[in-house]
C-alpha cells in the first residue's frame, strides 16, 4: 500500500457504504411520495409505525419529527409540570434535560457508572432524596441507554417503584438493543428514539418516534403532535400541543433501512468485539453487561492517562477521526448548571468528560480499516 493510499481519511460514519448496499430501494421510496403527494401523514407514517412495533414488540409506536420531540410528548401527555422534579443522568445530551425544563419541571442531575456510561443506582436513590430536600415532587425517571447499551434496569426500576417514579426511556442512542430478551421500546412506561442520520436507525433528516403499550397515552400523544386537535374533529384543539409531525417522505426511507437494520447490529457488534479483543490491553474499552446488547450507536474508549488532545491528534495524522461524547456533562453547562445534582457533585460524570474519546463505529467498517484504526490507536499510545 502507498503512503497516500493508506493516509487516507477513514469517515466518522459511513452512510455512503449504507447508500450503495440499499441500491435505488431508497430512491424508488422517495419518488413514490414525491408521486402519490401525501407529504404529510401519509400511508407511509403509518406503515412505518406498525413496521416499528413489530420490529420491536410494543402496542403503539407515535412516530414524530425528532427525538427531542418524541421526549417531549411523552412528558406532556404525562403532564409533567413545574415543581415536579425528573431525574436524569449529567453524562448525556442535553435534550433528555432540555425537555425536562420545557414543561417546567426540575431536571434533577444523577451519576453514571464508568464501564456502561449508565445511571449508577445509588446516585439515582441520592437525587431523588435531593429533589424532596428542595421541595420538589419527584415523578419521572429518564435513564439514557448511552452508546447503546440499555441502561440498569433491574437495579433502576425497584427504586422508582418504591418512589413513585415512572421511567421514560431515552432510547435516543440504543434502538434495536435488548435488555435480558426485552427489545429496547419495550421497558418503562414509554420509549423515545431518534432517527437523527448519525443515529443506529438513522433517515435523511429530523426524526423521531415514541414506544409504547399505554394506548390510551398514544391517544394523547397523536393529539399533541398535531397541535393538540381532537383526533376525530381536526378544528377542536382540545389540549395545547406541537407541530411535531414525522414528513412522510422520512417515513418511507426508514421503511427501507429497517429491512436491514438487524443486520447492521450484527456488523457493528463484530465491528465491537474485535476492536475489545485488540484493544483492552491499552485502554478501557467499554462494557456491555451480561445478558444485554448494544447497538454501538458510539463505540468509546478511555485513555488511561494519556494526553486525550494529544492522542486526538495523533490519530486525525493517520486518517483516523475521533469525537468526544460529551466534553461537558450537563452539571457543568451554562443553561443546565444552576439544576439539582444528587448527592456531593458528580465525580463519574466530570471524570468520564475528560477521559472518553469515540473511534469510528459504523456496520460498513472492513477488518482491514479495523486494523488501520487499531494500529494507529496503538501507536499513538506509544
Ligand atoms: C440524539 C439524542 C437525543 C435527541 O434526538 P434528536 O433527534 O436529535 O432530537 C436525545 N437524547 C439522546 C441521548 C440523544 O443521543
Redesign the pocket.
Known sequence: MTQAASLSPIPFIDLGAQRRRLGSSIDEAILKVVDHGGYIMGPEVFALERALAEFCGCKEVVTC???????ALILMAKGVKAGDAVLCPAF?????AEVVAWVGATPVFVDVHADTYNVDAASLAMGIRKAKEQGLNPVCFIP???FGQPADYDMLEPICTAEGLWILS????SFGATYKGRKVGTIGIAT?????P??PLGCYG???AVFTDDAELAVVMRSLRVHGQNNDDKYDNQRVGMNGRLDTIQAAILIEKLKIFQDEIDARNRVAARYNAALDDVVDVPMVRDGLTSTW?QYTIRLRGADRAEFAARLKAQGVPTAI?YPKPLNQQTAYKHYPSAGNGLPVSDRMAIEVISLPMHPYLDEALQDRIIASVRAALR
Open positions: 419529527a425528532n427525538g427531542t420531540d418524541a421526549l448525556t445530551f442535553a435534550a433528555t439514557v441507554d448511552l431515552d432510547a435516543a442512542q423515545a428514539t431518534s432517527f437523527f448519525a443515529k429530523d426524526g423521531g450507536a461524547y
